[in-house]
């Protein structure tokens, strides 16, 4: 069984900074992508960044420049930093992972989501 723990949200003054981390536990056997997406009240989750395991990085046109997404040494953990906050980053924000599980192959895993309130 594969499980991601998220940490790290909370409430934050427009213009401040936060990390978010997130770590994967299980028998696994690689981490493909590991990513962070959002849901505010009403929309749809969006992708926020992702990194794949060779180390490239994409993120959305909302974050880019004040956003870094990177791994951790043990490649199961994942980060994202968020710089210069603004209210409509205030959503839940939910790790997302592609993983290869001994006996289990490739699927997709979501950790249970951490709220992130951004006031103005």
């Known amino acids: 069984q594969v499980q991601l723990v998220e940490s790290g949200g909370g409430l934050v003054q427009a213009g401040g900074s936060l990390i978010l981390s997130c770590a994967a536990s299980g028998r696994i056997f690689s981490t493909n992508f590991m990513g962070w997406y959002r849901q505010a009240p009403g929309k749809q989750r969006e992708l926020v960044a992702g990194?794949?395991?060779?180390?490239?990085?994409n993120y959305a046109d909302s974050v880019k420049g004040r956003s870094t997404i990177s791994r951790g040494n043990a490649k199961n953990t994942v980060y994202l930093q968020m710089n210069s906050l603004k209210p409509e980053d205030t959503a839940v924000y939910y790790c997302?992972?592609?993983?290869?599980?001994?006996?289990?192959?490739?699927?997709?895993?979501w950790g249970q989501g951490t709220q992130v309130t951004v006031s103005s």
């Open positions: 997302n992972a592609v993983i290869s599980a001994y006996g289990l192959g490739d699927h997709s895993y």
């Open positions: 990194i794949t395991s060779g180390g490239s990085t």
